[in-house]
């Protein structure tokens, strides 16, 4: 089986700027100023974020964040315009710093035709700042993700919104 049919070759290209240079990205603070940056020769702003526990048995607390340039709230996803960007990233909802690697991937989202096109970022570093258990609390993300199609740096406010379903993920 073939790699790059697995992951694909964007993620093969982040994987080699990581092998020929980009550890210091992943060990480097991250500024903390405004998430933004381009997205596949784009501009983006990070507008809102938003967080939700799931259960993982491996990964106690972890969460799903969106991070948009759209205005996005709890149970509201906004408009999936044409060309929109988001970012998801998983990761436990506690303070703590790691890189982004093949164990823990950004993905960035660009909606075309009303469909979702990922592309994985594993090269940079993720800081979990603020993560307030309480639902409805803002947390704090800082990232840096590089790859051949996204540049990122800054950090972004997280509403954190609970569980996804109610009940489940003990929050």
């Not at 890189?99 to 096109?117: F, M």
Request: proline letters at 6%; a negative charge.
């Amino acid at each position: 089986m073939h790699i790059c049919a697995r992951v694909g070759s964007a993620a093969l290209l982040s994987l080699v700027v990581m092998a020929c240079g980009g550890e210091n990205e992943a060990h480097t603070p991250v500024a903390a100023v405004p998430l933004s940056g381009t997205v596949r020769g784009q501009p983006f702003t990070a507008v809102s974020a938003i967080a939700y526990g799931f259960e993982d048995p491996d990964v106690p607390d972890n969460t799903l964040i969106q991070i948009s340039e759209a205005q996005l709230d709890c149970g509201d996803l906004g408009a999936l315009t044409e060309g929109r960007r988001d970012f998801t990233l998983a990761g436990p909802w506690t303070v703590h710093t790691e890189p982004l690697s093949l164990q823990n991937i950004l993905s960035a989202v660009v909606y075309r035709n009303g469909q979702p096109d990922s592309s994985l970022v594993v090269s940079g570093l993720v800081e979990f700042v603020e993560t307030p258990p309480e639902v409805g609390a803002l947390g704090k993300v800082r990232l840096r993700g590089i790859s051949s199609q996204v540049s990122v740096e800054g950090e972004v406010s997280v509403k954190f919104c609970g569980s996804t379903v109610p009940g489940v993920g003990g929050r």
